[in-house]
């Protein structure tokens, strides 16, 4: 408990004090475990993309509320890239007021469903709570109580739209309408700006449409929050490729001021090696892609997708378990993983990690790919792999994987799914050859500000960062907001 009395000596609102000592005493909160979420059953869930997660009832949701202390200094906000007042939520679902625990998520982030869904929470709000930092239990299940807090007002009918400030008429344009565009974008309404999103695919929404499938994000989930943004007056023109179909100078001739691009890193990577361009390979993208977004998992449809029975999916990010289990649900008999590292490296989520294993996805650690083969017309059906052992520690950190020689073996395969990262979409800065990149094609911004070497551009999310994940995306575009407002200010 020495911890907790160094964390109790600041001198601040003492009865708080007082009385979180006494409660902890007297076991009344820090006795409580955390409470777990239901899951629907591996056999039946592999059957359709039906949701895995099945949320917090409302009794359990109090009761998880009830372990809050309510942390005077709370740390769990410095860990939440977009600072969420997440004491303030989590007391309202104690005292039962649900609708106002939305509002508070709502005050600073666009896509509370969304997160409280796919955050990795225990790496970020969770990883800083109180109880695992101070008590060594279990955090609050932060991201439970967000998606408890967040459907409950969905689902009662009543969403509650931010408010806005009165029109300042000025343009902003916005490149890309995944989670850093769509944040941005909210900010952006409720500052008064005349926002317009410009998505190049057919649906809104990102990798959270495209990328994440039903079974962890249903896409009508997504689409309630893009909702609420179109209420708040952000307008959106899909189909529309920033520097295909116009360009930034033609969008500039149309009163567009300033510009926010948050194109992401949907370019797929391969890992060239023989044989990689048999039919039956693709990328987790495209293989992702088409099933969420093109109907793919249906039989009449006319854009279907190869069903195969023994699929390889090689990597080990959410990408790669997205896939996996999306090959068990089209009715893979053997749904593998190649990872080139182990089980302790692997960069998915613990549970998605878990539900593959409950599903029956079989995980051939330490195993790379070296080889495909095909039949006489061309189509995978045997791949070739080496067995793998960990060295020194790379530039990462983790143990780097070093080929055991003589170790090959075969497996057979008719559809392999390649899901080993990805690299910046390439377009605008490959049309704007003012735009500073590094050398791995991200946009190169300024860290505060996150202003490009286009004073009027800002940029945020997966093309600044490279392949990271939802909130920091979410995070950018708050914070770009804020400086395109400060900026816009100076400006006029
Ligand atoms: C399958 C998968 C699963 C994932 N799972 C998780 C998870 O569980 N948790 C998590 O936190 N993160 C996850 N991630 C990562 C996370 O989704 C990304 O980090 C995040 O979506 C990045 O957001 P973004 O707004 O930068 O870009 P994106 O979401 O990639 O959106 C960019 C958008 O810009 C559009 N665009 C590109 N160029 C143009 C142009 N020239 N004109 C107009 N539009 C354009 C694209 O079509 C796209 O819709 C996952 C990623 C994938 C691929």
């Not at 997205?322 to 549970?351: N, Q, W």
């Not at 800002?458 to 093309?463: E, L, M, R, Y």
């Amino acid at each position: 408990m020495s911890g907790l009395n160094e964390y109790l000596k600041t001198e601040r609102e003492q009865s708080w004090r007082v009385e979180l000592r006494k409660q902890i005493k007297s076991k009344d909160r820090t006795s409580l475990n955390r409470v777990h979420m239901n899951e629907v059953a591996a056999s039946k869930r592999i059957q359709s993309y039906i949701e895995v997660n099945s949320g917090l009832t409302l009794t359990q949701a109090q009761e998880e509320a009830k372990r809050c202390l309510d942390c005077i200094d709370p740390t769990c906000i410095s860990g939440c890239p977009v600072e969420i007042n997440i004491p303030k939520f989590i007391k309202r679902i104690e005292q039962g007021n649900f609708l106002e625990a939305a509002k508070v998520l709502k005050q600073t982030s666009a896509l509370p469903a969304v997160c409280g869904r796919v955050c990795p929470q225990e790496k970020q709000c969770e990883a800083k709570c109180f109880y695992q930092v101070k008590l060594n239990k279990e955090s609050v299940a932060i991201g439970h109580l967000e998606r408890f807090a967040a459907d409950f007002e969905r689902e009662a009918g009543v969403m509650s739209v931010p408010e806005v400030a009165a029109s300042n008429g000025i343009k902003v344009a916005v490149i890309g309408s995944g989670p850093a565009g769509l944040t941005f974008s909210g900010d952006m309404a409720k500052l008064g700006y005349d926002v317009t999103v410009f998505e190049a695919l057919h649906e809104i929404g990102g990798v959270l449409k495209y990328g994440i499938p039903e079974f962890r994000l249903p896409n009508a989930i997504v689409d309630v929050e893009i909702d609420i943004l179109r209420k708040m007056g952000v307008s959106f023109e899909t189909n529309f490729i920033v520097g295909r179909t116009a360009s930034m100078e033609d969008l500039k001739a149309e009163g567009f001021k300033a510009f926010f691009t948050g194109s992401g890193a949907g370019l797929p990577r391969f890992m060239d090696i023989p044989g990689e361009n048999y039919i039956g390979i693709l990328s987790s993208n495209e293989y992702l892609t088409r099933v969420n977004l093109m109907d793919a998992a249906n039989v009449n449809t006319d854009t279907p997708i190869l069903k195969g029975q023994n699929v390889v999916v090689v990597g080990g990010g959410n990408t790669a378990m997205d896939s996996v289990r999306t090959a068990k649900r089209l009715g893979a008999k053997r749904a593998m993983i190649v990872y080139r590292r182990s089980m302790e490296e692997m960069p998915a989520r613990l549970e998605e990690i878990k539900h593959a294993q409950e599903e029956g996805i079989e995980f051939l650690t330490l195993t790379n790919p070296i080889a495909y083969f095909a039949d006489d017309k061309g189509r995978v059906n045997r791949m070739t792999v080496q067995k793998m052992e960990l060295g020194e520690p790379d530039a990462s950190g983790r143990r780097s994987p070093v080929p055991m020689e003589g170790s090959e073996y075969d497996l057979v395969v008719d559809s392999v799914v390649v899901s080993v990262g990805v690299s910046p979409n390439p377009l605008i800065p490959s049309s704007l050859p003012q735009l500073k990149t590094t050398r791995w094609g991200t946009i190169v911004v300024d860290e505060d500000s996150l202003q490009t070497s286009i004073p009027e551009m800002f940029a945020g999310g997966d093309i600044v960062r490279g392949g990271a994940t939802v909130i920091l995306a979410m995070g950018d575009g708050r914070r770009a907001a804020a400086a395109m407002h400060q900026y816009l200010t100076h400006e006029n």
